[in-house]
């Protein structure tokens, strides 16, 4: 076949051009506008009535040196490290289980999966009534078996993984079904031959299960570290950031700051740091992961 000539090769990249020019479209109007946008408006005094003057890096310095946002950092930080491991683990472990070609399994993974589609409303409405503490699930059955109920959501040390386990119950669908379509791609004749060798489970477990679905792993991690770090409507629902802003994350204090202090300058500048925050967490990850495969 001859090849194309110079004018009908520029035309067919036009052509192939125009199929892509929807997604840039959509992917500069969401994405690329509204960060450079918030990345001018941090170095701004602005409110919800407009621009007062440029203070270039005004704004981070002033959130730096105060003591809530510094607590926000930490809470988000101490909210991801309590969910992400867990919702990797967890969903390996329920994507093992429910990796079978029966009819309980399949509706097991419908009744797991079910909890992601509600809105985080009906799932902090469900656990506020799990953690009452005069009549809620958890103190009725403290106080059955003898014990004395406890206040989760007004304690500090408590409120945090209260809320992680709300998290943790409403989310688990999504890394389960992805470790489900990664399993189920593993061909069978590894595990005829392990079976063969008379390889017990862990061995099987270690030694092809983990390595086979390393990539899903890692993009289970990815993703869960970049969803919980946006952690929002969970601690605005069940405790308004309390008590003594033990629950209070980056998303609620830029939300706080931003529409309630209408300190829109301040409030871009904690997006931006959130931003930062999300991008380091995910790259180092993303860097981990490549050099355990490199090896």
């Known amino acids: 076949m001859a090849s194309l000539t110079p004018r009908r090769r520029r035309a067919t990249d036009w052509t192939n051009a125009l199929f892509v020019l929807p997604y840039l479209i959509v992917f500069v109007a969401m994405i690329v506008v509204p960060l450079a946008w918030g990345m001018w408006l941090s170095t701004t005094k602005s409110d919800l009535f407009g621009t007062e003057g440029f203070v270039g890096l005004t704004n981070f310095v002033r959130l730096f040196g105060d003591p809530i946002f510094l607590q926000t950092v930490w809470n988000t930080f101490y909210f991801v490290l309590l969910t992400v491991p867990l919702l990797a683990v967890l969903g390996l472990a329920l994507a093992l289980v429910l990796n079978r070609q029966a009819r309980w399994a399949a509706v097991l993974r419908t009744i797991f999966f079910a909890s992601t589609v509600l809105s985080v409303t009906v799932v902090t409405l469900v656990w506020r009534l799990v953690f009452l503490p005069d009549s809620g699930l958890l103190s009725v059955v403290t106080r059955a078996l003898g014990g004395t109920p406890i206040a989760f ?7 945090m993984p209260a809320i992680a386990i709300t998290t943790i119950w409403w989310c688990i669908g999504l890394p389960m079904v992805l470790f489900l379509a990664a399993l189920q791609q593993v061909p069978r004749a590894l595990y005829e031959a392990a079976a063969l060798d008379n390889a017990s489970r ?9 390595p086979a679905i390393r990539r899903t792993f890692a993009l289970v991690i990815i993703i869960e570290v970049i969803l919980q770090f946006q952690l929002f409507g969970q601690p605005q629902l069940m405790t308004l950031g309390g008590p003594n802003n033990a629950t209070r994350p980056i998303v609620l204090f830029i939300y706080e700051t931003g529409w309630r202090q209408w300190e829109l300058g301040y409030a871009s500048a904690a997006a931006q740091v959130l931003f930062a925050m999300i991008l ?6 993303y860097w981990l992961s490549s050099r355990r495969e490199a090896r």
């Not at 959501?153 to 409120?159: G, H, K, Q, R, Y």
Request: charged share 20%; no cysteine; aromatic share 4%.
């Open 153 to 159: 959501l007004n304690d500090e040390t408590l409120a």
């Open 202 to 210: 862990w061995r099987t477990l270690t030694r092809i299960t983990l």
């Open 280 to 285: 380091i967490a995910a790259m180092v990850q």
